[in-house]
């Protein structure tokens, strides 16, 4: 692995753990006890639909980040899943879960 693959794979990692915190925490605010009060209730609600939807899109980052790592792995990383071009480095500092290059993702 070359030193910029290294450094890339840091990056990544540490993306993912920060991922993984936010997911943990938003768990625990899933699971917190309801008040009885039925406003209360009724504004708790319309606060889990949101808490689910960071969720969701939380996971998805998770899934998106764990697949860099691996194509970091196999070497693939950095290329267009789409049409084999090199992802320019200045996207993949931004995304650094990109699998598809700028032309590919518009
Ligand atoms: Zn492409």
């Known amino acids: ?3 910029s693959n290294a450094a890339l794979e840091q990056v990544l990692k540490g993306r993912l753990a920060e991922l ?10 899933q699971t917190q006890e309801h008040s009885s009060d039925s406003a209360e209730q ?9 808490v689910d939807a960071i969720g969701e899109e939380t ?10 790592l691996g194509r970091l792995d196999e070497g693939s990383y950095g290329i267009c899943e789409n049409c ?6 200045g996207r ?5 879960e990109a699998t598809h290059c700028i032309k590919c993702a518009a």
């Open 92 to 96: 993949l500092e931004a995304m650094p």
């Open 84 to 89: 084999g071009a090199t992802i320019s480095e």
């Open 42 to 50: 009724a504004q708790e609600r319309e606060n889990d639909e949101v």
């Open 20 to 29: 993984e915190h936010r997911l943990s925490r938003i768990k625990r605010d």
């Open 59 to 68: 996971r998805v980052a998770i899934a998106a980040t764990r697949a860099a």
């Open 1 to 3: 692995m070359s030193n």
